[in-house]
Structures are given as C-alpha cells and as structure tokens.
C-alpha cells in the first residue's frame, strides 16, 4: 500500500462515512433487471459459501432508496464492533476490518474478462457491515498508471445490513465495462477496505492481486450481495464517482 494510497484512503472514507449506513438500488436503475427484494436484517441468522467454494445462503443483500433526495441517510451506529457487541437499539455493532477476509473469488464459467468479484468473509461475530466496500484500483509498487477509483451507485441510504459469523458476502467489480480502445493497461491490484468508516485508516486496507494485468477505463463497483451472480448483475447500476457518496 503506497503512502498515497492510504492518505487519499483516509480522505475517500470520510467522504463515504454516511454511504456505510445502508445501500439502495439507484432511482435511476431499470426496475426490470434490479435485484429480488430481501429483508436484509436477516441476514444475522443465514450462512454463506466462502470466495474459494463459490456456493451462497441463496439470498441477495437488498438495497432500498431515498428516492426523494438521492442522497446517503445516516441510521447507523458509528461505535466499532468489538466483540459481538450491539448498539442502543439492539442491532449488532458495525463490523472490525481486523474480522473481514477479502478476497479475489475464482472466474465463473462465462465470466467476463474485465470482471472480478470480491468476497469478504466474516470472520468474527454478526455485525453491521457496509453495502459496498471501498476500492482503489493500482499498479502496485509502480507509480504508472495512476490509481483511480471505480464508480459506484447513487443514493445509497438505509437500515443495517447485518452479515453474519462465518458469512461471505460479494461484490462484483467490471475493470473495463464498454471494453474502451482507451483502456488504460498495467493495473495489477485491487485495495479492498471492507467496511468503510469515518475511522477507516490505512491499516485496514487489503491488497488483492488480480490474477493478470488488467486494462482500466470508466470502472464499476457493483454493491455487496450473498451470492457472486447477484453481485455481477449489481455492477450495472453504478453511476456515479465512489468519493461523492457523502
């Protein structure tokens, strides 16, 4: 992680802190193809497969809007999780990046090229995570090309979204989703903050390999759901720069 890195970390998570209170399917989204509606706060009592097993609990991390201003709402807690702790209101503590394993899931058969999907396994206790993780996309220890950030959905906004002990959760992210003749090559990481909060710092950053250099134009960042073609299908609703989620 470059010093760069983990300083525009810190300013992109601030700017995002409201966006870690809930996730919904944008406004401006195609009802036809948007995700199957799902009590999220259930997700406490369901169970996942891992990144390397592929396999779900079936359902989808259901995101729900403020269609009125398109803006972030802020009904979460922002007391850290420790130890399977609850705030005032009974809900489960937001989630420790320390207890979230991210890692690269394996291609799906059909997957697309540019496509990756990134699987975070709790490894601690039920607690309230992000719907969507915080993403630089790098070349690494190389300073060329630049790092940049994928877009994202607009008007996230919501209730907890609860993952449970032992649970993955996925979201999918498209490197080059217009396959641009612009394409920028040479990104070779993915740096994955799990849970994003206004106290996200460096030191919860995962560095994630991509598999092959990748090509990079108009990035996109799908929200979390409980199975990796959810998460895929997700991609296609982000529209809007990841920092001015705010």
Known sequence: MKPLNRIALLAGS????????????????????????????????????????????????????????????????????????????????????????????PAGAGQKASVYVIAVKNVGPACDIDYLPFV?????????????????????????????PGQTFYAGIDLDP???????????????????TKDSSGKDVQDLRLPAPAKVAGAKLGTYNRDEATAIKQIAYASVPQQSQH
């Open 136 to 164: 630089w996309i790098t070349a690494g220890q190389s300073s060329s090309p630049a790092q940049t950030q994928p877009l994202i959905e607009n008007g996230l906004g919501g209730g907890p979204n609860i993952i449970a």
């Open 178 to 196: 217009q396959s641009a003749s612009n394409a920028v090559s040479g990104y070779t990481y993915l740096e994955v903050t799990a849970n994003p």
């Open 14 to 105: 601030a700017l995002i802190a409201a966006a870690a209170t809930g996730c919904s399917s944008s406004t401006s989204a195609p009802a036809a193809s948007g995700p199957a509606s799902t009590d999220v706060s259930t997700a406490a009592s369901g169970t996942s497969g891992t990144a390397t097993s592929g396999t779900s609990d079936g359902g989808t991390t259901t995101p729900t809007s403020d269609a009125s201003t398109g803006a972030a709402s802020s009904p979460r807690s922002t007391t850290a999780a420790t130890g399977g702790s609850t705030t005032s209101s009974g809900i489960p503590a937001l989630c420790d990046n320390a207890k979230l394993n991210a890692t690269l899931a």
